[in-house]
Every structure is written in C-alpha cells, then in structure tokens.
Nanobody
Framework: QVQLVESGGGLVQAGGSLRLSCAAS????????MGWFRQAPGKEREFVAA????????VYADSVKGRFTISRDNAKNTVYLQMNSLKPEDTAVYYC?????????????????WGQGTQVTVSS
C-alpha cells in the first residue's frame, strides 16, 4: 500500500509563490504517473497537473499553464508542485494522487491513491 502526504500549503498574497510537496511511502513511485488536483469549497474536484513515470512528461490545466510546474525527485520518492503568480481563484485544497500507469491522465477516476490534501489560500 502506498501512502501520500501533501505539505507546503498556506496563506499567500496574490502574485506570491508556494511549493507543494507530495511524499510517498510504502512503495517506490518512480514508474507511476502522478497528479495534482484541487477542490474549492462548494466546487467539484478539478485537474491541475500531472507527470508521467520516470521520464517526466507533463500535462497542465489551461488555468495554471505558465504559472505552475510539476516535477518529481525519484531519489526522495516525492512529487512537487511549484506555484507562481498565484491568484485568488487558485484558493483550494490541493490533493496529490497516484495512477497505476506510466502515462499521464487528467481524469481523477484514473488515479487510485490520494493524499489528505493541503490548503492553499490566496488573498487579494
């Protein structure tokens, strides 16, 4: 069983930056595609970014393209989400997820393991 723990969320002003971390334990995730999703109060969970296993090909939601960067450090069994130029509409709980596939996906149903989430709040 794999466990995913997100960290790095917090309160920032618009235009600021945060780096989220997703630490995996229980097994190596080098060959797994990993994703970040977010959910604002009263809203459905939405795709943010995903990265393929090993080689690190990436996919981003249009709303974050050019501002967010997903990456992974296989030696640390960890995935990151660097968030720059943050906007109030980025406010949400951010979740890390694992897919049992090498290839990226933007669909939450394709991801089988999830972290507990970390809160990101961006003030105006």
């Amino acid at each position: 069983q794999v466990q995913l723990v997100e960290s790095g969320g917090g309160l920032v002003q618009a235009g600021g930056s945060l780096r989220l971390s997703c630490a995996a334990s229980g097994r190596t995730i080098n060959s797994n595609a990993m994703g970040w999703f977010r959910q604002a109060p009263g809203k459905e969970r939405e795709f943010v970014a995903a990265i393929s296993g090993s080689e690190g090909g990436t996919v981003y939601a249009d709303s974050v393209k050019g501002r967010f960067t997903i990456s992974r450090d296989n030696a640390k069994n960890t995935v990151y989400l660097q968030m720059n130029s943050l906007k109030p509409e980025d406010t949400a709980v951010y979740y890390c997820a694992l897919r049992f596939s090498y290839y990226v996906s933007h669909r939450s149903r394709d991801f089988s393991s999830w972290g507990q989430g970390t809160q990101v709040t961006v003030s105006s």
